[in-house]
């Protein structure tokens, strides 16, 4: 039963479909997964009991989208460390890259498409794109070339990789910053009135991104961080 104590992770791991509906309130469940429902209600200005209603009812819903993602939760918390980092590796990393490069194209073509209707916006969206792309990108060769192997190298927790793990969370917390700063600036990646097929395309692409990012931030943080932390000496 969720109570106004539950912490966001718990909900997220208990039942995945839960990832929907705090994506749709901008609820952070992957780089504030330990902030608890009220917590979060307080952060968003809503009701924590009806924020508690509206996530039991989600938890009853049943959707092929819904039952997708919580199947492969529910499969990566059954993974060893070796397999998680693997699984980590070739599908998010992967596709995540796959998506930032299509995607720095996108935001500069529609940057100069659209310049003289929606400079302001689009400006800073580069600005910010730009940076999330660095940070990642970075991100990815520290976990892939040093924390990763380091964590398969040693089957019992060592007080080296645990504090690297907290760097990564660190960083996991300023991707999240420098989403919600995109996604308050394009008010969650809604396209303007005059938008063409490139500027839906990239609103699109990067809301999918997003999604991804927290997917992934949320099996780190909340399943494989721990579980390696966990281990016995």
Same mark, same amino acid.
């Given at each position: 039963?969720?109570?106004?104590?539950?912490?966001?992770?718990?909900?997220?791991?208990?039942?995945?479909?839960?990832?929907?509906?705090?994506?749709?309130?901008?609820?952070?469940?992957?780089?504030?997964?330990?902030?608890?429902?009220?917590?979060?209600?307080?952060?968003?200005?809503?009701?924590?009991?009806?924020?508690?209603?509206?996530?039991?009812?989600?938890?009853?819903?049943?959707?092929?989208?819904?039952?997708?993602?919580?199947?492969?939760?529910?499969?990566?918390?059954?993974?060893?460390?070796?397999?998680?980092?693997? *699984?980590?590796?070739?599908?998010?990393?992967?596709?995540?890259?796959?998506?930032?490069?299509?995607?720095?194209?996108?935001?500069?073509?529609?940057?100069? /498409?659209?310049?003289?209707?929606?400079?302001?916006?689009?400006?800073?969206?580069?600005?910010?794109?730009?940076?999330?792309?660095?940070?990642?990108? /970075? *991100?990815?060769?520290?976990?892939?070339?040093?924390?990763?192997?380091?964590?398969?190298?040693?089957?019992?927790?060592?007080?080296?990789?645990?504090?690297?793990?907290?760097?990564?969370?660190?960083?996991?917390?300023?991707?999240?910053?420098?989403?919600?700063?995109?996604?308050?600036?394009?008010?969650?990646?809604?396209?303007?009135?005059?938008?063409?097929?490139?500027?839906?395309?990239?609103?699109?692409?990067?809301?999918?991104?997003?999604?991804?990012?927290?997917?992934?931030?949320?099996?780190?943080?909340?399943?494989?961080?721990?579980?390696?932390?966990?281990?016995?000496?």
């Amino acid at each position: 039963m969720v109570t106004k104590d539950t912490k966001l992770k718990d909900i997220v791991n208990d039942s995945p479909v839960t990832m929907d509906l705090f994506n749709d309130l901008n609820i952070d469940y992957c780089c504030n997964g330990a902030d608890s429902i009220e917590v979060a209600a307080n952060k968003q200005n809503l009701d924590v009991n009806s924020l508690i209603k509206l996530i039991e009812k989600k938890k009853e819903e049943k959707t092929e989208t819904s039952n997708d993602r919580t199947s492969d939760i529910e499969a990566f918390r059954e993974l060893s460390i070796r397999d998680m980092i693997k *699984h980590l590796k070739f599908t998010h990393h992967q596709e995540e890259r796959a998506m930032l490069q299509e995607l720095d194209g996108l935001v500069n073509k529609i940057l100069l /498409a659209h310049y003289s209707s929606h400079s302001e916006e689009l400006i800073e969206l580069h600005r910010l794109f730009g940076k999330l792309k660095n940070e990642l990108e /970075a *991100h990815f060769a520290k976990e892939e070339k040093l924390i990763f192997p380091l964590m398969n190298q040693n089957e019992n927790p060592s007080q080296e990789v645990i504090d690297y793990i907290n760097v990564l969370e660190k960083e996991h917390d300023e991707a999240g910053t420098i989403i919600k700063e995109m996604q308050a600036l394009t008010n969650n990646f809604t396209t303007p009135q005059d938008a063409c097929m490139t500027y839906e395309r990239t609103y699109l692409l990067l809301n999918e991104l997003v999604e991804d990012i927290f997917v992934h931030i949320f099996k780190e943080n909340s399943i494989l961080f721990p579980k390696y932390e966990n281990q016995k000496l």
